[in-house]
């Protein structure tokens, strides 16, 4: 018994170098083709250019963003008047990149998180995407899912009557 557990671990002994080697490899810089003239470096993946006080919504409800485009396009519109884009709403968003998308919410709360940043809820009852919207920083952070309109109810079809 003994002897078939030191095959195994006597074999482990020589892995230090292929490891050392490994960890060579990978502190490299990431290049995605070999030859220099059509290497790329990729960036890192965890930056995020730097929230603006334009794509802040207000308590209002309102972006900078969107009154400047309302006011440019309809001269006189207000920013609740404007309709949803339709687009499409998925985390790490900003603020009125969602107003955007889902329109003018029907509740705003914004308030400062336990480390001091700032963290706003935007509530939709209705409209194209009812649910809970939480920015932490300027970016979406969490969403939940509202409940949809119950469809509207069709009248059974009325059965003709032989004679």
Request: proline content about 8%; charged content about 20%; overall charge positive.
């Amino acid at each position: 018994m003994l002897v078939l557990l030191t095959v195994p671990l006597a074999g482990c002994g020589g892995t230090s170098d292929l490891l050392s080697r490994d960890a060579e490899w990978f502190s490299r810089p990431t290049r995605i083709f070999q030859r220099t003239d059509l290497s790329i470096n990729a960036a890192p993946l965890s930056q995020k250019p730097p929230v603006t006080p334009d794509e802040l919504v207000g308590a209002d409800g309102a972006c900078a963003s969107v009154a400047a485009t309302a006011s440019a396009d309809a001269g006189d519109a207000s920013p609740a008047a404007t309709a949803a884009t339709g687009a499409g709403i998925a985390l790490d968003q900003t603020e009125c990149a969602v107003v955007r998308s889902a329109g003018q919410p029907d509740n705003i709360e914004v308030s400062a998180n336990e480390r001091g940043e700032r963290f706003v809820v935007l509530t939709y009852v209705k409209g194209p995407r009812p649910g809970i919207y939480q920015f932490t920083a300027g970016r979406l952070s969490a969403m939940e899912r509202g409940s949809e309109p119950a469809p509207a109810k069709k009248k059974p079809a009325k059965k003709k009557k032989s004679a």
